[in-house]
């Protein structure tokens, strides 16, 4: 088959790809060796954050992760093994595990995720999508002295990035937020930020997408490339060989081995994170609550009500960890008023992509001259979805990237 673009991957930055390509007019095919929104995509949290501008990697990251790693309900989590590609990852992650690595990212996360925001409220207005988009902000709860402290610190140093945020006490948070646990001491409140129900949205585009011209293909899974001179010549699936004058590489955390495949070194490591999603109680919180002991968080998503977290490397695994499932619901009645009666939840489990540095690759291939890579969002890959698949759409038709990209090249690591 031949196609101008062929976008592999329908997540939340494939299928944002295709809809601005295909708004400009541009002939292009996304295929997915699934459905749309079938990896992490779906069950996420579905947090719109320039106020978490932090990449993953960042001081104290690297001491806090080796205290949980004793202790089976902790956030993070390592599955011991010998993993050469994890060896190196993780020694590549303690380089950026300090504070210039981490002040040189945080302007460039804030200033892609406000940019995303506005994609967000454009594309949904335009294209009428029911997603349930809500910007109330989003809290950052503390039950311990110590919590609060340290989250006060970091509040204020993300302050000094001209990030809008107010810090609570007590009476605050609680009128603020009434369904809290008694026992929360206060927080920050994250006024820049939205969420929505992920997959809502990723289908109202990808309808939308299709409107607008874009051919969208389910389960034709990518199994290999023909190259020649620097160059994609096929795309070999399981439904035939795919001809495209360029490619987009939009795999999530699928993109290393593929990008192994021609030759490239795209390092990631895939970290696994749960949600349970639950019909929303009467009454629940009015807009995200992250539990910040826990580092998990709850998310109202119109009639449901949905918890997410951990950070679990275990390699591409699809397995689900039923003791750090049920962390995160212990986590949930320790910061929320909850009804007694636990309710019967939808557990899911999805790979975030995770470069060493926890920022994302966006560009062109230096080694593949018709191949655009757009992943590695990590935490933050919903949240950067409309404005990576608009910065795909600018670097496919050869026009300047309406933000510069700085520190998201995808040669960085050879
Ligand atoms: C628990 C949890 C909570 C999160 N919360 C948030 C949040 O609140 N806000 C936020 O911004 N981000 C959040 N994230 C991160 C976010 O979900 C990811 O960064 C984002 O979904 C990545 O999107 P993607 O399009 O790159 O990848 P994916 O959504 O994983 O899509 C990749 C697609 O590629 C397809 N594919 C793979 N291999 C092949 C192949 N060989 N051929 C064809 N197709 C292939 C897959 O089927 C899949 O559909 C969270 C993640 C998790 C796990």
């Given at each position: 088959?031949?196609?101008?673009?062929?976008?592999?991957?329908?997540?939340?930055?494939?299928?944002?790809?295709?809809?601005?390509?295909?708004?400009?007019?541009?002939?292009?095919?996304?295929?997915?060796?699934?459905?749309?929104?079938?990896?992490?995509?779906?069950?996420?949290?579905?947090?719109?954050?320039?106020?978490?501008?932090?990449?993953?990697?960042?001081?104290?990251?690297?001491?806090?992760?080796?205290?949980?790693?004793?202790?089976?309900?902790?956030?993070?989590?390592?599955?011991?093994?010998?993993?050469?590609?994890?060896?190196?990852?993780?020694?590549?992650?303690?380089?950026?595990?300090?504070?210039?690595?981490?002040?040189?990212?945080?302007?460039?996360?804030?200033?892609?995720?406000?940019?995303?925001?506005?994609?967000?409220?454009?594309?949904?207005?335009?294209?009428?999508?029911?997603?349930?988009?809500?910007?109330?902000?989003?809290?950052?709860?503390?039950?311990?002295?110590?919590?609060?402290?340290?989250?006060?610190?970091?509040?204020?140093?993300?302050?000094?990035?001209?990030?809008?945020?107010?810090?609570?006490?007590?009476?605050?948070?609680?009128?603020?937020?009434?369904?809290?646990?008694?026992?929360?001491?206060?927080?920050?409140?994250?006024?820049?930020?939205?969420?929505?129900?992920?997959?809502?949205?990723?289908?109202?585009?990808?309808?939308?997408?299709?409107?607008?011209?874009?051919?969208?293909?389910?389960?034709?899974?990518?199994?290999?490339?023909?190259?020649?001179?620097?160059?994609?010549?096929?795309?070999?699936?399981?439904?035939?060989?795919?001809?495209?004058?360029?490619?987009?590489?939009?795999?999530?955390?699928?993109?290393?081995?593929?990008?192994?495949?021609?030759?490239?070194?795209?390092?990631?490591?895939?970290?696994?994170?749960?949600?349970?999603?639950i019909p929303?109680p009467q009454p629940s919180?009015?807009?995200?609550?992250?539990?910040?002991?826990?580092?998990?968080?709850?998310?109202?998503?119109?009639?449901?009500?949905?918890?997410?977290?951990?950070?679990?490397?275990?390699?591409?695994?699809?397995?689900?960890?039923?003791?750090?499932?049920?962390?995160?619901?212990?986590?949930?009645?320790?910061?929320?008023i909850l009804p007694k009666k636990k309710p019967?939840?939808?557990?899911?489990?999805?790979?975030?992509?995770?470069?060493?540095?926890?920022?994302?690759?966006?560009?062109?291939?230096?080694?593949?001259?018709?191949?655009?890579?757009?992943?590695?969002?990590?935490?933050?890959?919903?949240?950067?979805?409309?404005?990576?698949?608009?910065?795909?759409?600018?670097?496919?038709?050869?026009?300047?990237?309406?933000?510069?990209?700085?520190?998201?090249?995808?040669?960085?690591?050879?």
């Open positions: 088959m031949q196609t101008d673009i062929l976008i592999i991957g329908g997540g939340v930055i494939g299928v944002s790809s295709a809809y601005y390509l295909a708004r400009a007019g541009v002939a292009v095919t996304l295929i997915d060796k699934k459905t749309v929104a079938a990896g992490s995509s779906w069950g996420n949290a579905g947090l719109l954050c320039p106020n978490h501008s932090e990449p993953i990697p960042g001081p104290g990251v690297l001491g806090q992760g080796l205290k949980w790693l004793l202790d089976v309900e902790s956030p993070l989590y390592i599955k011991p093994r010998i993993d050469a590609d994890l060896i190196r990852w993780l020694w590549r992650f303690r380089g950026y595990c300090n504070q210039q690595a981490l002040d040189r990212a945080i302007p460039r996360l804030r200033d892609m995720q406000r940019a995303s925001l506005d994609h967000y409220r454009q594309i949904i207005a335009h294209e009428d999508i029911a997603c349930d988009f809500e910007e109330a902000g989003g809290l950052l709860a503390f039950r311990t002295d110590e919590g609060l402290a340290a989250g006060i610190v970091q509040a204020e140093h993300m302050a000094s990035f001209g990030l809008k945020l107010q810090i609570l006490d007590a009476a605050a948070i609680h009128a603020l937020e009434p369904t809290l646990h008694p026992e929360v001491q206060g927080g920050v409140f994250h006024q820049e930020d939205a969420f929505i129900t992920p997959h809502k949205f990723i289908f109202g585009l990808a309808e939308a997408a299709k409107r607008h011209g874009a051919l969208i293909l389910d389960e034709t899974e990518v199994r290999g490339f023909t190259a020649s001179g620097g160059r994609i010549t096929a795309v070999r699936t399981n439904r035939g060989n795919f001809h495209a004058r360029q490619v987009v590489l939009a795999a999530g955390a699928w993109s290393t081995a593929l990008a192994r495949q021609l030759g490239l070194h795209l390092p990631m490591q895939p970290a696994k994170g749960y949600s349970i999603t929303r919180p009015k807009r995200y609550v992250i539990f910040g002991e826990r580092n998990a968080v709850a998310t109202p998503m119109g009639d449901t009500l949905r918890f997410a977290g951990t950070l679990e490397l275990s390699g591409m695994s699809a397995g689900v960890n039923q003791r750090r499932v049920n962390a995160i619901c212990k986590a949930a009645r320790e910061y929320l019967a939840g939808h557990v899911w489990q999805g790979l975030r992509p995770v470069p060493p540095d926890g920022m994302p690759y966006i560009g062109r291939s230096r080694r593949m001259s018709n191949l655009i890579i757009a992943t590695g969002h990590a935490m933050l890959g919903l949240s950067m979805g409309p404005i990576t698949g608009r910065l795909v759409a600018e670097l496919a038709q050869e026009q300047p990237p309406s933000l510069p990209l700085d520190g998201c090249e995808v040669d960085r690591f050879g």
